[in-house]
């Protein structure tokens, strides 16, 4: 057991969704896996191991940002040795072709983050997806008949910025998205030798102002789930 995750050896699967609301994390388990067994509710953070079409799978929340996400990736990583990491989230467009519920598949993660900078004593490191995985989940989508764009997206420190139209630099330079957490998770998962991926569906954009509900998020993007569960297994 870690001391956020209370999961006893070998409780946790080598394959692992990771949304960040930990009730999106429920709602997974009940609705993708079979015979689902909660292992962690420390914080109300919950995760749950089952099967899908045979295969073991987990699901766990990790909270909003990278701090957050760090906790627990750190601990799948190195106490319950994890190697195949998806998260399943929500990120803003920042392009007017990329529409509400498209796909974005995170090639690489831009951030206006310090965590980086500290761990690298002031350099830049470029976090980017393992590319079996992203292979895997860019042929998923288009075999479903999706929506689907691949590029970089951005992990923002901040929800709310400070200047509203920061994100027109990103956009200028190819940015596909905003999100709070890929850059972490792909950094550490280089660092443990994991395979990682974040596979995002447009929630809002900023470009039309256009959003969707706050249930809607933590309850449907189903297409995102398959696709998901297609690239990790």
């Known amino acids: 057991m870690s001391i956020h995750i209370n999961a006893p050896a070998g409780a946790i699967a080598e394959s692992i969704l990771l949304p960040g609301d930990p009730l999106r994390a429920k709602f997974i388990a009940e609705n993708w896996l079979e015979e689902p067994v909660q292992f962690n509710a420390v914080r109300n953070m919950f ?28 601990e799948l990583l190195r106490d319950y040795g994890v190697k195949r990491l998806a998260r399943v989230g929500t990120c803003g467009s920042l392009n007017a072709g990329i529409k509400l519920r498209d796909l974005v598949l995170a090639q690489s993660a831009c951030t206006d983050s310090n965590v980086n900078r500290i761990r690298f004593r002031g350099m830049d490191y470029a976090p980017c997806a393992a590319f079996s995985l992203l292979e895997r989940a860019h042929r998923s989508a288009v075999d479903r008949g999706l929506p689907v764009h691949v590029g970089p997206v951005l992990s923002s420190d901040s929800f709310y910025a400070e200047d509203p139209e920061q994100w027109k630099l990103w956009a200028r330079f190819g940015v596909l998205g905003v999100e709070m957490e890929a850059a972490e998770l792909y950094t550490l998962a280089a660092k443990f030798g994991a395979q990682a991926i974040a596979i995002l569906t447009v929630s809002d954009s900023l470009v039309t102002g256009e959003a969707t509900s706050a249930a809607e998020r933590e309850t449907t993007f189903r297409a995102m789930m398959d696709v998901a569960l297609d690239t990790v297994l």
């Open 47 to 74: 995760g749950y191991t089952g099967r899908h079409k045979g295969a073991r799978v987990s699901v766990m929340g990790t909270g909003m940002g990278m701090p957050s996400h760090s906790i627990y990736v750190n």
